[in-house]
């Protein structure tokens, strides 16, 4: 089955701890993106990568890092400089010739004890 | 950023009536997108209507656009119980490469059997 995973499903962690969030899609898509979504909000774009060994900030970046080294996987850094990382965090990609829809994984909620 | 804004931001009907969202944004685009989350999940997409179309139809969807008003409008018509779920949009501003979405705060639909 072709999709996007997301993993783990739930993670905790402690204060001033780093931790990486797993996105892999078998779609064949160039375009990947994460999202941090909180109770009730709506989704905001933390990075996006367009091409492997390339990738862009996005409307709330601090305190986040990314590498994208393969096509199919674009793990997310919550690093311990960002103040607030309890969210829920989404992963999607795109073909980049289409008209941008998105293809979203199941999320993983970060919780910080 | 967060372009979109959705009207109501919460919604409660009964099974079988229908239901209408609304969505306003602020720059120009080049199509917008609706999705639907049910709760702790990823988002799905359900319709894409482009900025020269004014209508479009999917099944019990139907989506307007009136690009003179930055606004857009989903109707779920015959709603079930299994419609409960958030419903957002998303805007494709038209910036050359730009490649990402803005996402609305969403609104919460609940069918009541």
């Known amino acids: 089955d072709g999709g996007i995973t997301q993993s783990p499903k739930y993670l905790f962690r402690k204060e001033g701890q780093n931790v990486t969030l797993s996105c892999e899609q078998n779609?064949?898509?160039?375009?990947m993106y994460w999202y941090r979504q909180d109770p009730g909000q709506g989704l905001r774009l933390i990075y996006y990568?367009?091409?492997?060994?390339?990738?862009q900030k996005g409307d709330i970046a601090e305190g986040y890092s990314v590498s994208r080294e393969k096509k199919e996987s674009f793990p997310l850094t919550v690093t311990s400089a960002q103040k607030n990382p309890t969210a829920f965090y989404l992963c999607?990609?795109?073909?980049?010739?289409?008209?941008?829809?998105?293809?979203f994984g199941p999320g993983t909620r970060l919780t910080v004890l | 950023s967060q372009q979109g804004e959705e009207d109501p931001q919460a919604l409660s009907i009964q099974e079988g009536e229908n239901a209408t969202m609304n969505c306003s944004y602020k720059?120009?685009?080049?199509?917008l997108q609706w999705y639907r989350q049910n709760s702790g999940r990823g988002l799905v997409h359900l319709i894409l209507?482009?900025?020269?179309?004014r209508e479009k139809h999917s099944g019990r969807l139907r989506v307007t656009l009136d690009t003179s008003k930055k606004s857009s409008s989903l109707l779920i018509t015959a709603s079930r119980a299994a419609d409960t779920a958030s419903y957002f949009c998303?805007?494709?501003?038209?910036?050359?490469?730009?490649?990402?979405?803005?996402f609305g705060q969403g609104t919460r639909l609940t069918i009541n059997p």
């Open positions: 779609l064949n898509h160039d375009a």
């Open positions: 720059t120009s685009i080049n199509n």
């Open positions: 990568s367009q091409i492997v060994n390339d990738f």
């Open positions: 209507i482009r900025s020269n179309e």
């Open positions: 998303a805007t494709d501003p038209l910036i050359q490469g730009a490649q990402k979405l803005v």
């Open positions: 999607a990609s795109k073909r980049t010739d289409s008209y941008n829809e998105q293809f």
